[in-house]
């Protein structure tokens, strides 16, 4: 989908149709109200049309600037409206897609240990089903049996299959994704229609779209200025009649849908579905519109250090044997604790242990041994086997083991091996057998290239990095130094992550962090952006308010550029649109007025034809205006990441400025295409 | 323009900015209630207020009760000058006996004192008795000032406090900024004015007996010799120090500060003008302490700063210029004369003076004058005109410039704050719908009464238009020009029209009490919002509100979105006017 998605041109042909069409539909009163500043625009645009038909019957007749200004009106609302259906459309577009995935299959439901083979529209949650090699998943769930191979390319866009298993953190899977390999059976966990597909085409689609509370407090501030305008212009008549200078329908409605923010107020909920749209398009999910503008205004990002800082794995790449044990033994140990470790880390003491002492792979099966998995409050492995009790972790983590057991201290030749490894920003994991220290295992980290580049360009627009880590205190350390980042927090367990987040969050900050596992649940409901990979828990996607169909953590970066960036473009076309009415101003006021005191042409100063001219050219530019900008608003303002200062300077001169001057340039270009095609 | 008025200009500046940061630091330590070194004698007094009155000075308000403690004083106090007003006849100190002053007119003055307009739709010394301008009327020359000063501490502890319900409370706000402030500095002020001619008595008025009798025509046609001159008397020095320190502008004579018993001499002049903008500048000061960042305080000035210069400037060039439709008449400044349009101003403050004191007295929602505007060019009446529309937010009227600049500065914030990629954020509180919904209110208001009530009036042949002296777009300013001082709670006047109808008494007083009190109570509940909110840590990414690019933002959002509206009417006024003018028309 993604690879779709930026492919697909800004103005592609059938989105473009379908969005004229729709912007004419969208012409009802009653979509229009959610728009005050068009639906203004809307009543100007109906009176002037009654009053040419009336005109048109009745003694006076209309005139042809009359006509044009009615058309240039309608126009601007329709503009406005193709500029919204624009940016739905490319989300319809992707919709579409999705829909595809989502098409009817049989499900082989589980009713009392028999099957019933039922429409999978049918399922609800609580029903067990069984998907087998070859068939479509027919509702989002959790895997209770078996492992399998899945395709969720329909999702993610990505071709590769993905391993699903029961237990864990890859235990969910998404209905509309096709089993490859296995058996699997698998726990339906959502209704009919509340599926994740579901909720996928609703918010790309934007059916559900909700306005965000800063868009609510920006129209409410469009909506006063349409106001102010309106009483300006109201009043103005009385004050045109005592000076001996009244003036038409068509010239008062001309001046008030000019001054009042159209620009800005046609292509706001634009700004907004193109915001959802890029992140679409990066293969993130946001829940919501507010997630997106809470990462605009994030201060601190969790990152997690593995695979997110650091290349996920750590290398073996030293035994240090402790006074009185041979480094042969120390490697043996290790290998024998590891043989089960399915982890990267695990892997290379295999690999290591081979290299430098050619130990055969040794088959788990074959030893008799019971292996004891890492979990994340012992944070130790290891095996039971014959007798031998072997342990490795970290240093912390066997010293207490040691002491619950009884056993000797940790020699002070290893707890120096140990910080020395430390302070070099390795990982040193200590092996234990039978209550003794072995020695160490030295595991480097490597940090990904470019990070430290990104992370300085994060504090430069004042955000926070801080890494998360389960190592020790001087391993987090050396790593937070190598990779830059602001702070660190070091053997981390779950509950320490939320008492960050809540900590950091009692000083008025906002936090962002990504999460995957169940574990990391509570936590990434209370981040205000909790992006959750799609490898994870359902219950990780359920609490977080953003998902990463690729599953990766770094992206967190791009997602709070795109929240900045949806906000940027939101105070850059607002800017633009009131500086504006400057140059509006100085093109009606003169129209409207040197007529009777010829003297008034001294604002004149664009030198515009005449009259109509001067109020066509303006009433045109409004609305020539919204589809200039279409595509900047679809694509957001250009981006760097900066300083607020520095940012501001740019953007105020840009688009403050430029809001000034342009109109003026523009203004002239018609009146003077005007005058040459003889319309006024 | 000489180099001698820009030398008087930029030194009046000069000195207000240096005692704007030792004044701002002292009302500081008033509102904070910390200890000043007038605590020897004033904390005694204070303490028997209160226990006078029942108030307990511990006691926090949320918004709501220190609004409806606001209007419930304000209400009282206009009550109290109403009653005094109707039946002065019957109290002492009227040694003119003069009569009880008729209702619309009692009503549109009490209202116009209580709002700190001061606008005078009478001659103050044919109308009031010395005990009601004393008792009616001066004592609102403290009153409004601090009422105004404590609701602008009240929006600067919205902005300060974090996740506070309470503002303070603003019986004691009110008690010591009378106390601590004004007080105090009148009665400096009002000595200072004393040394330089400024009267102060209970006399009848003298009678003088002219030297050169004048003839004149009377207004049934027929020719009479004036031989004597009356010359009004009365407590004026003490008045005199409060209404510019306050910013009331309610001239004890009807000349107001061109009167040469209020304003005798260039150095009274300068001192009256200092002292308009002695407080509202001290209170921008004031502001950046008390939010701990008085770079930001100095940021806000420095805008203020801008928008003063250039409009005094404006005035001033254009009242250099002279009228283009005198011929043969020499209008250039020499060592003999101060050249330019010297009509309606006083010879001895000459162009630069009267053109400063136009700028100060309507940036400031002062009112008081010492050159007739209405006498003014047509563009150097505009600038007063401007300076008002601009919602009295440069420097601004004790307090009420304050919180209204603060206003634009939420509003600033709101539009331009999102263009650093965050949902916008002043001092750290974020910038929701509720602020944004109660800051464009009170920005409607403003245009509603003033565009409203001009629009009726000029509608109105017999109701608005018969009061005009002049016609044409002239006539369209005087109109203008009154509701906008009116509505900006200014007081000064382009005194063309004759005020003192029911239809302008009672539609200004209309357009005085929704400017001033409509207005507070949405400032009121963004203090009350703002104070509520949390504090996000400033770091890069926040948005500068302490750099010169916020100071010139703010001009520019001032400019576009606070007197844009305001574009076509002044260009059937002034504009025309001036342009006509200079193609040979005047009016």
Redesign the interface.
Known sequence: MSTHASRRSLFDRQIVRRASLESVAKLNPRTMMRNPVMFVVEIGCVLTSALLIVNAFGHRGSSRFDLQITLWLWFTVLFANFAEAMAEGRGKAQADALRKAKSETTASLIVNGSIQEVPSSQLHAGDIVRVVAGQMIPGDGEVIEGVASVDESAITGESAPVIREAGGDRSAVTGGTRVLSDIITVRITSNPGETFLDRMIALVEGAERQKT??E???N??L???T???L?????????????GAPQTVFVLIS?LVCLIPTTIGGLLSAIGIAGMDRLVQHNVLATSGRAV?AA??V?TLLLDKTGTITIGNRQASEFIAAPGVSIRDLADAAQLSSLADETPEGRSIVVLAKEQFEFRGRELANLNAEFVPFSATTRMSGIELDGRSIRKGAVDAIAQYLQRHGALPLPPELHQATEKIAKGGGTPLVVAENGRALGVIHLKDVVKGGMRERFDHL??????TVMITGDNPLTAAAIAREAGVDDFLAEAKPKDKMNFIRREQA????VAMTGDGTNDAPALAQADVGVAMNSGTQAAKEAGNMVDLDSNPTKLIEIVAI???L??T???L??FS??N??AK?FAI?PAM?AGV?P??N??NVMHLHNAESAVLSAVIFNALIIIGLIPLALKGVQ?KPM???S???R??FV??LGGLVAPFAGIKLIDLAITALRLA | MSLNGWLQILSFMTVVLLLAHPVGNYLVRVFERRSTFLDFVLAPCERLLYRVTGIDPDHEMRWTEYAIAMLIFSAATTVLTYVVERIQHLLPLNPQHLPGVESALALNTAISFTTNTNWQSYVPEATMSYLTQMVGLATHNFWSAAVGMALAIAFIRGIARREAKTLGNFWVDMTRSILWVLLPISICLALLLVSQGVIQNFKAYDTATLLEPQRIVDSSGKIATVTTQTIAQGPVASQEAIKMLGTNGGGFFNANSAHPFENPTPLSNFLEMVAIFLLPASLVVALGRMVGSPKHGWAILAAMIILWFAGTTACYWAESQGNPLLHGVDQRASLIQSGGNMEGKEVRFGIANSALFAAVTTDASCGAVNGMHDSFTPLGGMVPMINILLGETIFGGVGAGLYGMLVFVVLAVFIAGLMVGRTPEYLGKKIEAYDVQMSMLYLLIFPCIILGFAAVSVLMPNLGLSSLSNHGPHGLSEILYAYTSAAGNNGSAFAGLNANTHWYNYSLAVAMFCGRFLMIVPMLAIAGNLAGKKIVPASSGTFPVTTPLFSILLVGVLLIVGALTFFPALSLGPVLEHLLMRSGHVF
Do not use: C, H, W
């Open positions: 509370p800063n609510i407090a920006l409410i501030l909506a006063g200025l106001i102010i305008f009483l300006a212009v109201v009043t103005l008549q009385p004050f045109a009649v005592y000076s001046l503008e605009g205004d201060n504090r430069a627009m004042g955000i926070r000083d008025g900050k906002l929240g900045k960036q906000l940027m939101r105070g850059a607002t800017t009131i500086a009415d400057v101003y006021i007025f005191f003297v008034l001294a604002l981006y300083s607020a200062s940012l501001l300077r953007n105020l688009y403050g």
